[in-house]
């Protein structure tokens, strides 16, 4: 009887301390087809052709004459001429709000570019965590950059684990940042195309305790008299009048 009554009272201690893990997709409209950028925002600074802002389309031929590859999940992609009246940069920013207790946080995408680049300085694809209002960078998750003339091939799927970034910015809304840099002004045709853009992350919370609660004190002393009875009823039976 006292073994049986341990275990409950640890039982209800267990259930305070409990914590729920959840895994959750925060980024909305990832592979951007809703046919547009539902959930994002973009610079607006281009022009057409090979000076475009980012842009959803079906087939990545903003700044090429030939057709780099289809979707790589879906109808639709995110792509960028990569070139332009440089320098300047085209972004592509969705904010978030970073959840408290991130255990486990994963960045990932697929990308496909196509550069001709006949400058002097390299073209840099980034991506990036910035603060709520988009002004400071809070840490750089990629960089890559760009000479020469280069071609991807393909979709490539790229993916980083932010957790170490995360964790320190619980409770915040940041945003997530993927930036096209073009420093010298059409240096050559280029493309570059996202999709499939996902941000997993797993989060412990507390768990909700049943209503009404007694308060822990008040458990504690419930614990206790539920264990003093019990040992007096295991001492009668031992020793009977």
Not at 15 to 39: H, I, K, P
Not at 103 to 119: E, F, I
Not at 187 to 209: H, K, M, R, W
Request: with cysteine.
């Amino acid at each position: 009887m006292l073994y049986r009554s341990n275990r409950f009272f640890l039982a209800i201690l267990a259930m305070l301390l409990a914590q729920n893990v959840s895994a959750a997709e925060v980024l909305v409209n990832g592979g951007f087809e809703s046919g547009d950028f539902t959930g994002w925002s973009v610079t607006a600074n281009g022009a057409s052709s090979c000076d475009s802002d980012w842009t959803v389309v079906t087939t990545n031929s903003i700044c090429s004459s030939v057709s780099d590859p289809a979707p790589a999940e879906g109808v639709y992609q995110a792509a960028n001429s990569f070139d332009g009246n440089g320098p300047q940069e085209f972004r592509l920013v969705q904010a978030v709000s970073v959840p408290s207790g991130v255990q486990a946080a994963t960045l990932s995408w697929q990308q496909q570019y196509r550069v001709s680049n006949g400058g002097t300085e390299p073209r840099t694809f980034e991506v990036l965590i910035t603060d709520a209002a988009d002004s400071a960078t809070l840490a750089t998750i990629d960089s890559q950059s760009f000479t020469g003339s280069t071609n991807s091939g393909g979709w490539d799927t790229i993916s980083f684990d932010i957790s170490s970034a995360l964790a320190p910015l619980a409770g915040q809304s940041v945003n997530i940042v993927f930036r096209n840099f073009i420093p010298e002004a059409f240096t050559g045709p280029g493309n570059f195309a996202l999709d499939d853009v996902s941000l997993d992350i797993t989060a412990a919370e507390p768990a909700p305790v049943p209503v009404p609660l007694l308060p822990v004190w008040a458990l504690l002393l419930l614990g206790a008299l539920v264990t003093g009875v019990a040992g007096r009823h295991s001492r009668r039976i031992r020793n009977p009048r």
